[in-house]
């Protein structure tokens, strides 16, 4: 099995530096992003990929995979980490260095641990894999 693993364009966010993790609705792709996400989309395509397409349940994530495939679909395992405090700060004003050296031990204030995440990320892979054997 040969998983493909595409980042969202660049979404309006991202462009002010801001961390954003939870709101699903807002922070949509801008220009730039949808034109990042279009080049992708082609390279899939011209790469011969196909198959089932998966997304996070954020906005840009969303827009992203509506790009690659209109029949994606949504998977809250594959949202990003809650930045709990951090959420909405931007990045040069949040404390990353303990973060940053052990994201295993520190985890954003009020947020969610690296151990949550990596076994949601288990749990969506043995998914995919499960849906591939099928196919």
Not at 38 to 52: I, T
Not at 76 to 93: A, P, V
């Amino acid at each position: 099995m040969i998983l493909y693993l595409v980042r969202h364009g660049e979404a309006q966010l991202n462009v002010l530096g801001m961390l954003h993790s939870r709101n699903y609705e807002n922070n949509p792709l801008t220009d730039k992003g949808r034109l990042e996400v279009a080049a992708a989309a082609l390279l899939l395509r011209r790469m011969g990929v196909h198959g089932p397409v998966f997304a996070s349940p954020l906005l840009r994530a969303r827009q992203t995979a509506d790009c690659i495939d209109r029949n994606y679909k949504v998977d809250e395992r594959l949202r990003e980490i809650d930045m709990g405090e951090w959420e909405l700060k931007k990045i040069s004003e949040v404390p990353f260095d303990n973060y940053r050296k052990d994201p295993v031990r520190y985890h954003p204030p009020g947020g969610e641990s690296m151990e949550s995440v990596v076994n949601r990320a288990v749990d969506f892979l043995n998914f995919v894999k499960g849906v591939n054997e099928k196919s």
